[in-house]
């Protein structure tokens, strides 16, 4: 979680977000110049003067036009102008129910985005963006007046105005209202704005309004603004909604913070000093600033810490001007001060997935106070404030610095997440799918850093698993996934995975590859889930068909034959052991031949029951599904239990005259348990491979009490071998029992 937002005070002041009171600090506290709290009233005397003459700005807007300046000094000021004229004129008479006159409503949502650095056209929008739905002006109008823009940027928030937000809002309007909001984020920044100036005036609401329009801040507003990266705005919401659903707990964080800004000593301030003086002597420029936590900030710490200190009501960030200096302020605080190693974190190297960037660290004091510190160029830090406000107007041409190759910042108005969230709504099934699935997301308040073997890195929420990054990394071609690596060790593709792990996912080459219906257990990301339901309502199972079996062709009538293993299937062993192979280093693959069985149903398919991989001379049964096909499971199989249980009849089988043969070929999953040691994955595989037996694919699930279970599945050149086989596997050191998998999950 990137840097909170500082209070408009100074820094060693506390204001309530509420009451807007500002608390003094003790007078040794630093300060710094603040501009003067506009008075929305004066604002207002000022708008219902009517305009100005057509050579001269405003007085209204003289706040407006300041903060822009300060970002931007050579902005085309007159569309500001021009706006203004037309939004005072046609809310003339309109009153707020706080009882200011109502242009002081767009007028100051414009300033909040002036402040964040917001571009010209966006503030134009701004100014204009509530015309349309009070007043007489038209999107014609807007448009004629100030161009295809800002008509379109009004015309989205004037659509975004008109969705319920709460849990009974039809996803279907809200998918759309996003999808509009994804193709310009300026939409969203403006309105972020004007819900951050109506919680600032909620206090004229009746309390059971209050409460309704913070929850829905709470769950949709607030989760949007952090994944846009504006901070500042997020930060600011938190507080206000923190005071209103939790009042009693918002006092007590108050009178915490109050009890603290009174105290004679600042360890903070102490350490601050500390670290200007350590970098003044190594010759960096830097500017070392106190910035306070914001109420729920601190109310988590306390939840954490339990007793606070004076450390912990803050953080120090340190400003400078190029990225290399960031990494020299680290060496010299980590030589000179306590470094706190287990906080440090490089979101430099690894941005966040809304494009915060910074180094992170925390130094310790004598007294065992800890301080974290925020390390960040000047432009780091607008963008860790403003976001996506701070990165300019996506219908101008991008600069040098913004057309980079890395994919997460080539367009300044699509961050990753957003650009996810396209893909979403495009592929989910149905509105409620996709809503269902970006709630989920929106809940999502922590991010992991997984790296790919090239280096690469993909950003996960926390609790993702290994599926989650298949479909991260390469969309729907995840279906064809077969396993994973994760730091170099075999890993199922349920793993959950940590932060700085390392994954190699293992893909198979059959572009008719299927996912698994299990893998929705285990996707926790809107990518993967909407990617695997998307495919299973385009394959829809009928009662009693499992997903585990492999599959066959129907043969001549009378007698069918199916091939385990052999090119022909839909999924073939050797193609799935290639990949296998080039992670195990298996042994080349031997000739494929087949097992065959007969059903004493003329006309019938048979496939051989994936849960159970019957092999000769196992005793089999058999049972029908969809089409016709007979399944063939061995006789003690789970699943044979469970069909006869359900009333299901039983079809005769019986192994074919090739499956008697020296030369016949078959598959078969086994099951070996061992003591956990070293290279004993290699030496399993290695076992496997001098026995002439294929990997078709691997699972090593993870260590309990020093024991480890392998699943394999194999392809056998022929049956008879595998006796021998399970008994090479049991010679190997540490390896305590070999057996025939036995699977309990899916019912055929």
Known sequence: MSAEATNPASPGAVTDPVTSAVTPATAAAPRRRSRPRIDLRRLGRAALLGPAARDRLPDAISHVVDAHRAHHPDADLEPLRRAYVLAESSHRGQMRKSGEPY?????????????????????????????????????????????????????????????????????????????????????????????????????????????????????????????????????????????????????????????????????????????????????????????????????????????????????????????????????????????????????????????????????????????????RTHRMHKVAEAGVI??????????????????????????????????????????????????????????????????????????????????????????????????????????????????????????????????????????????????????PVSEGEGGAETSGAPGAAGAAEVVVGGAGEAKPASTAAQACQAAQASTPTPQATSVTAVADRPGAAVRLAGCCTPVPPDEVTGFAVRGGVVTVHRVGCAAVARMKGSGRAEVGVRWGEAAGSETTGCRVTLVAESFGRPHLLADLTEAIALEGAEIVSATVEPPSQQRVRHTYTLHLPEAARLPALMRAMRNVPGVYDVSRAQHTASAH
């Open 103 to 375: 242009i002081t409503h767009p007028l100051a949502v414009t300033l909040i985005l002036a402040e964040l650095g917001a571009e010209t056209t966006t503030l134009t929008a701004s100014l204009l963006h509530d015309t349309v739905e009070d007043t007489d002006v038209t999107l014609d109008q807007v448009g004629e007046q100030f161009g295809e823009e800002v008509r379109y940027l009004v015309d989205g928030v004037t659509k975004l105005e008109k969705v319920d937000y709460g849990a009974a809002a039809e996803p279907e309007t809200f998918r759309k209202m996003l999808v509009a909001t994804g193709n310009d984020v300026r939409v969203m920044s403006i309105k972020l704005a004007d819900r951050l100036h109506n919680m600032r005036t909620l206090g004229v609401m009746r309390p059971e309004k209050q409460a309704r329009i913070a929850k829905v801040t709470r769950d949709v507003l607030i989760p949007l603004a952090e994944r846009l990266g504006v901070q500042a705005l997020k930060t600011e919401l938190e507080d206000l909604v923190f005071a209103i659903l939790h009042p009693e707990e918002y006092e007590h964080t108050r009178e915490l913070i109050v009890e603290n800004a009174t105290r004679a000593d600042d360890p903070l301030a102490e350490i601050a000093d500390e670290m200007r003086a350590v970098l003044r002597e190594a010759g960096i420029p830097a500017e070392v600033l106190i910035r306070p936590r914001h109420f729920v900030s601190v109310h988590r710490v306390s939840r954490k810490r339990g007793r606070l200190r004076g450390a912990d009501f803050g953080r120090i960030l340190v400003l400078v001007n190029e990225d290399a200096d960031c990494y020299g302020v680290l060496g010299e605080l980590h030589t000179c001060m306590t470094p706190v190693v287990s906080e440090f974190k490089d979101f430099i190297a690894v941005p966040k997935f809304n494009l915060y960037q910074s180094l992170h660290t925390a130094v310790a004091r004598p007294d065992g106070q800890i301080a974290e510190v925020l390390i």
């Open 390 to 539: 701070a990165l300019g107007n996506p219908y101008a041409a991008p600069s040098e610095e913004q057309a980079t190759a890395d994919g997460e910042r080539v367009d300044p108005t699509r961050p990753g997440w957003l650009s996810r969230l396209l893909e979403w709504q495009r592929a989910a099934p149905d509105p409620d799918t996709f809503w269902s699935t970006l709630r989920e997301d929106l809940a999502q308040d922590r991010e992991i850093t997984v790296f790919r073997p090239d280096g690469g890195a993909l950003g996960l929420p926390e609790g993702a698993t290994c599926v989650d990054a298949a479909y991260a990394q390469y969309g729907e071609d995840a279906h064809a996934c077969i396993g994973a690596r994760v730091n170099g060790r075999l890993a199922t593709l349920s793993t959950v995975l940590r932060d700085g792990d390392t994954v190699q996912l293992l893909m198979g080459q059959d572009p008719a590859s299927e996912p698994s219906r299990e893998w929705l257990e285990h996707a926790h990301t809107p990518a993967a889930r909407i990617a695997i339901q998307r495919w299973l309502a385009a394959h």
